[in-house]
């Protein structure tokens, strides 16, 4: 049974930084393609970065660019979301997600976290 749990959400004031855990079961990051997604209400789930499990190349979405980092350790089925320079914007319920194939749409991905809220104040 696969189980994706994400930590480390929390209320942060603008510039600041918080990272973002997804640990991981029944699965090997290894060979799954490992995203992160964000959910703000009234919008719909937007991609925020991925990382490979091919090469380990990473993706980030424009607008996070810069400020984000995705990373994994595989030894600790462990993925992780460093994010800097928060803005209000930013605020969101973040999920990890994984597949076996990649792609940056919430539809690509076949299983899910239940999430962690992100707030950033102003």
């Known amino acids: 049974q696969v189980q994706l749990v994400e930590s480390g959400g929390g209320l942060v004031q603008a510039g600041g930084s918080l990272r973002l855990s997804c640990t991981t079961s029944g699965l090997s990051l290894s060979t799954y393609t490992m995203g992160w997604f964000r959910q703000a209400p009234g919008n719909q789930r937007e991609f925020v970065a991925a990382?490979?499990?091919?090469?380990?190349?990473?993706y980030v979405a424009d607008s996070q660019k810069g400020r984000f980092t995705i990373s994994r350790d595989n030894a600790k089925n462990t993925l992780y979301l460093q994010m800097n320079s928060l803005k209000p914007e930013d605020t969101a319920v973040y999920y990890c997600?994984?597949?076996?194939?990649?792609?940056?749409?919430?539809?690509?991905?076949?299983?899910w976290g239940q999430g962690t809220q992100v707030t950033v104040s102003s």
């Open positions: 990382i490979n499990w091919i090469d380990s190349s990473t």
């Open positions: 997600a994984a597949t076996r194939y990649g792609g940056t749409h919430y539809q690509d991905y076949n299983y």
